[in-house]
């Protein structure tokens, strides 16, 4: 506990910017936002989140000197045999780009193969935003992990770093664990670059 505490008071404070389309509600968003903040918080990470411009417009591609944005959009990304993935980054060599990419249209799809449509009809909007909204965050909270340590691999554990999700750990009660190593919270420490931090 103490060593938590003390991690807390030595890392700094993170801005991260969100841009999202339109018709990705702002309720969903501060959801997904939420529930990866809940999981990093753990750690000692502070973030502040501030939405960009709603107005549709395609963000220009980030260079690796950029602050770190996130992107929710209806991206489909890259199949990975026969999974599809709710959030990914890009490399550079070893390098993350400062962009995460989440994809609304696969969480949906997701929520629609763990309950039929006939059920989804049944169920309230804002039931339905929750379940896509808990699924975006962890995948969220997993790509920081990824950007963050500049971890291109993933570990063979249950918690946070995983591959493979089941539906249980994507929509459950039940949130990953952010489980840091001494070494990765090293990585961590110097990863907290000046391009980062929130002007106090």
């Given at each position: 506990?103490?060593?938590?505490?003390?991690?807390?008071?030595?890392?700094?404070?993170?801005?991260?910017?969100?841009?999202?389309?339109?018709?990705?509600?702002?309720?969903?968003?501060k959801?997904?936002?939420?529930?990866?903040?809940?999981?990093?918080?753990?750690?000692?990470v502070?973030?502040?989140?501030?939405?960009?411009?709603?107005?549709?417009?395609?963000?220009?591609?980030?260079?690796?000197?950029?602050?770190?944005?996130?992107?929710?959009?209806?991206?489909?990304?890259?199949?990975?045999?026969?999974?599809?993935?709710?959030?990914?980054?890009?490399?550079?060599?070893?390098?993350?780009?400062?962009?995460?990419?989440?994809?609304?249209?696969?969480?949906?799809?997701?929520?629609?193969?763990?309950?039929?449509?006939?059920?989804?009809?049944?169920?309230?909007?804002?039931?339905?935003?929750?379940?896509?909204?808990?699924?975006?965050?962890?995948?969220?909270?997993?790509?920081?992990?990824?950007?963050?340590?500049?971890?291109?691999?993933?570990?063979?554990?249950?918690?946070?770093?995983?591959?493979s999700?089941?539906?249980?750990?994507?929509?459950?009660?039940?949130?990953?664990?952010?489980?840091?190593?001494?070494?990765?919270?090293?990585?961590?420490?110097?990863?907290?670059?000046?391009?980062?931090?929130?002007?106090?």
């Amino acid at each position: 506990m103490l060593a938590a505490i003390a991690l807390a008071a030595a890392l700094p404070t993170i801005s991260i910017t969100v841009h999202a389309s339109p018709d990705v509600s702002p309720r969903l968003i501060k959801w997904v936002v939420d529930e990866a903040d809940d999981i990093w918080r753990g750690a000692g990470v502070r973030i502040a989140w501030t939405l960009e411009s709603r107005d549709g417009t395609v963000p220009a591609t980030r260079s690796l000197e950029d602050p770190l944005r996130v992107v929710i959009d209806h991206e489909r990304g890259t199949r990975l045999g026969g999974e599809v993935a709710l959030g990914w980054v890009v490399f550079e060599g070893d390098r993350p780009r400062p962009e995460i990419h989440l994809s609304y249209a696969n969480a949906v799809a997701g929520v629609e193969r763990i309950a039929p449509r006939a059920m989804l009809n049944m169920l309230a909007r804002m039931r339905v935003d929750e379940l896509v909204a808990t699924a975006l965050g962890r995948a969220l909270a997993h790509e920081l992990g990824h950007y963050l340590l500049e971890l291109k691999d993933h570990s063979e554990d249950d918690a946070l770093m995983h591959a493979s999700w089941t539906a249980e750990e994507l929509f459950g009660a039940e949130p990953p664990r952010l489980r840091l190593n001494a070494a990765e919270r090293r990585a961590l420490a110097s990863k907290l670059s000046p391009a980062l931090l929130t002007k106090r």
